[in-house]
């Protein structure tokens, strides 16, 4: 059985410092609660309009990651989500220059844009492979694993293995929207093929998108899962039991 890792995402972290001036919460210290608490791994998201995670965020948590790998020997994985497109904006330097210069262990793209409040959908790659192509190339050629932001669907997750890429990550909030309705099994057996599809092509699984301490279970039975991201659910969990239980919960839920 493999092992399946769990990356933080601190973007709600860096949601309620902004509201603020100054740096309270701060990103590092949540980051380090995670990490000690026994997260695998860090997720942010930036985006252009800065709603959250700003660019020296990032260039901190590589820095602060990198050092407790060089200390510690721990296995902390980097996760840089984004949009692949997104060009130097006032301070924020492009996307893919920001991955240049920090140097993920693992990039995922995802096609979202400013008008979404959040990410509610994969590529389509009869569109966009030909664009992303060149790019995934680039952030392979610096050592970075290249994850793809995908929808269940297993005739996209056949065009992503001809990218190139190392992994998916599969978007699960239409999973997680059915919870709870007739609909469940139908949506979960769509991840389920798309997992398996996946992993017969090579393509290592991650997931992400509105799983939370209810529906994590049923989803990490699906085929090959790697890591799954969580952010949100996360957060809004740690007010109520603190961020270190919080953490423990969701890692105990995918090492059972």
């Known amino acids: 059985m493999l092992n399946k890792s769990l990356s933080v995402n601190l973007n709600k972290i860096a949601l309620i410092r902004n509201s603020r001036e100054g740096d309270y919460p701060s990103i590092l210290a949540h980051a380090n609660i995670c990490i000690n608490s026994g997260a695998d791994g860090i997720t942010v998201h930036p985006r252009p309009d800065l709603r959250h995670i700003k660019p020296q965020d990032v260039y901190d948590l590589s820095a602060l990651i990198s050092k407790l790998k060089d200390l510690t020997k721990k296995s902390v994985e980097f996760n840089i989500e984004g949009n692949p497109f997104a060009v130097k904006r006032g301070s924020f330097p492009g996307f893919i220059e920001l991955i240049d210069e920090t140097q993920p262990d693992q990039c995922t793209l995802v096609p979202d844009t400013d008008s979404q409040l959040t990410s509610d959908h994969g590529f389509d790659l009869n569109l966009t492979s030909d664009k992303l192509y060149p790019v995934i190339n680039?952030?392979?050629?610096?050592?970075?694993?290249?994850?793809?932001?995908?929808?269940?669907?297993?005739?996209?997750?056949?065009?992503?293995?001809?990218?190139?890429?190392?992994?998916?990550?599969?978007?699960?909030?239409?999973?997680?929207?059915?919870?709870?309705?007739?609909?469940?099994?139908?949506?979960?057996?769509?991840?389920?093929?798309?997992?398996?599809?996946?992993?017969?092509?090579?393509?290592?699984?991650?997931?992400?998108?509105?799983?939370?301490?209810?529906?994590?279970?049923?989803?990490?039975?699906?085929?090959?899962?790697?890591?799954?991201?969580?952010?949100?659910?996360?957060?809004?969990?740690?007010?109520?039991?603190?961020?270190?239980?919080?953490?423990?919960?969701?890692?105990?839920i995918l090492t059972t």
């Open 138 to 252: 680039h952030l392979r050629s610096l050592g970075v694993r290249v994850s793809l932001f995908m929808d269940p669907d297993v005739g996209q997750i056949k065009l992503a293995s001809e990218l190139g890429v190392e992994r998916i990550e599969l978007f699960t909030g239409p999973y997680a929207a059915a919870w709870g309705t007739e609909e469940l099994d139908n949506v979960f057996e769509r991840y389920f093929e798309s997992a398996q599809l996946a992993h017969k092509l090579g393509l290592g699984v991650n997931a992400g998108h509105d799983l939370n301490l209810n529906n994590l279970a049923k989803f990490s039975t699906i085929p090959a899962l790697q890591e799954v991201s969580i952010g949100h659910a996360l957060i809004v969990d740690a007010i109520a039991m603190g961020l270190e239980k919080a953490v423990l919960s969701y890692k105990n």
